[in-house]
């Protein structure tokens, strides 16, 4: 059984950072590429971004490029999202799906996601 537990949401400061994981299991980790998705009050999902099987391409969506760094640890089955200079505007729930390093990720399993705050 597909496994994904997000972790390490909490509320933030504007302009402070804040790195999530998302534990694996019940799969080959490190087969498969992975993305970051999320969704903010009122919205729909999200894709934020996308890492190969073997972390060496990753992607981002406009929003968040130059801010967030998607990385992943294949010998610990961890996926991380490290999210610096955070505005209010990156206020959601974050998920990380499985089998996809782009925005095609409809129908994909995701975690239960943790929530993220930016606000003052």
């Known amino acids: 059984e597909v496994q994904l537990v997000e972790s390490g949401g909490v509320l933030v400061q504007p302009g402070g950072s804040l790195r999530l994981s998302c534990a694996a299991s019940?799969?080959?980790?490190?087969?498969?590429?992975m993305s970051w998705v999320r969704q903010a009050p009122g919205k729909g999902l999200e894709w934020v971004s996308g890492i190969n099987f073997s972390g060496s391409t990753t992607k981002y969506a406009d929003s968040v490029k130059g801010r967030f760094t998607i990385s992943r640890d294949n010998a610990q089955n961890t996926l991380y999202l490290q999210m610096n200079s955070l505005k209010p505007e990156d206020t959601a729930v974050y998920y990380c799906?499985?089998?996809?390093?782009?925005?095609?990720?409809?129908?994909?399993?995701r975690g239960q996601g943790t929530q993220v705050t930016v606000s003052a």
């Open positions: 019940g799969f080959t980790f490190r087969s498969f590429a």
């Open positions: 799906v499985k089998g996809t390093m782009n925005s095609n990720y409809s129908g994909l399993p």
